[in-house]
């Protein structure tokens, strides 16, 4: 008879971020000793690596780190299976660390940066690096992408986190003027960026071609309404405009006084920095974003597990 219950199992996979099958073998093997199972768990992880590379890494975090000149900066995405993890001191270090090499390399992908030798300690690659902490930590651990600015002319690079690692923004200004200026629009523009998920800086920036499909879509609906021909274009055009100003970061609003726009609020920086402002880029990282997480019935996979014991 087993010494543990099915809220035993629940419990430990909480705690270790280990899947129920393995959580479930660790109670037997210690007789349901809590502690002893965490330890049991802890050592299979270290020699079993290997084995996690095909798991759906969907959690995880995102940090963003920018060089004292404020003229270079990574945003990074590494990602483990559980929210437990990704809350630990070791995964925290660990994305620190990468962070803190990328901003020393020159590697354009993920593939090449994982080949280079790490920063931290030159006796393993990256490769190494996250193989020794999916091994240690007991889940997979993956670096899912980065994107690197470094900035060449007169301007600043500023960041922004959101929900501790949930979203991360980098936004590059290009600019002759007042540093400080600079430095608080480019955090703000940060904080802007995060909220309102524009996809280009400026309506330039936009592809034509989705343009045109937009403007079609939209005489489509208009026509399916009823609208007469005569009034349609001028109805499509007025939609492409709020279009723009929800893809197209100097046409949004300005989510701390809607009464400005984004690009209202860079020519009163620009007055304020002595010198014209140019937004240059921005990337933001979602956690997660775009990978299909697994979807379990715990309660009906835990029942399942415990029959016969």
Excluded: W
Excluded at 51 to 66: D, F, M, N, P, Q
Excluded at 152 to 169: C, L, N, Q
Excluded at 285 to 293: A, L, S, V, W
Aim: charged share 30%; glycine share 6%.
């Amino acid at each position: 008879m087993a010494n543990f219950t099915s809220k035993d199992v629940m419990k430990l996979r909480e705690q270790t971020g280990v899947g129920m099958m393995d959580c479930k073998k660790a109670l037997v093997e210690t007789d349901g000793n809590f502690d002893e199972a965490v330890k049991y768990l802890r050592e299979k992880g270290m020699a079993s690596a290997a084995k996690k590379a095909s798991r759906v890494a969907a959690e995880g975090l995102v940090k963003c780190l920018v060089a004292e000149d404020k003229k270079t900066a990574v945003a990074v995405e590494i990602n483990c299976e559980t929210d437990f993890v990704a809350r630990s001191d070791q995964f925290i270090a660990l994305i620190d660390n990468v962070a803190n090499h990328i901003l020393t390399s020159d590697a354009q992908t993920v593939e090449a940066l994982m080949e280079e030798t790490y920063v931290g300690d030159n006796s393993k690659t990256l490769n190494v690096l996250f193989a020794e902490a999916t091994a240690t930590i007991g889940e997979k651990i993956s670096l899912r992408r980065f994107t690197k600015y470094v900035l060449a002319e007169d301007g600043i690079i500023a960041s922004y986190i959101h929900m501790g690692g949930k979203i991360g923004v980098l936004v590059e200004l290009k600019s002759a003027g007042n540093v400080d200026v600079l430095q608080e629009l480019a955090f703000n523009l940060s904080m802007q960026v995060a909220a309102s998920k524009p996809q280009v800086v400026a309506i330039t920036d936009v592809d034509p071609a989705q343009v045109q499909s937009e403007r079609e879509i939209l005489t489509v609906q208009a026509r399916n309404e009823g609208k007469p021909e005569a009034v349609i274009t001028k109805m499509v055009e007025g939609r492409i405009h709020k279009y723009y100003k929800e893809v197209c970061l100097l046409e949004q609003e300005y989510v701390r006084d809607g009464s400005f726009s984004i690009k209202q609020v860079v020519a009163q920086s620009a007055k304020d920095a002595g010198a014209e402002i140019v937004v240059t880029r921005f990337v933001r990282y979602e956690m997660g974003e775009g990978i299909e997480k697994r979807q379990d019935n715990f309660a009906a996979e835990i029942a399942e597990q415990l029959k016969g014991l």
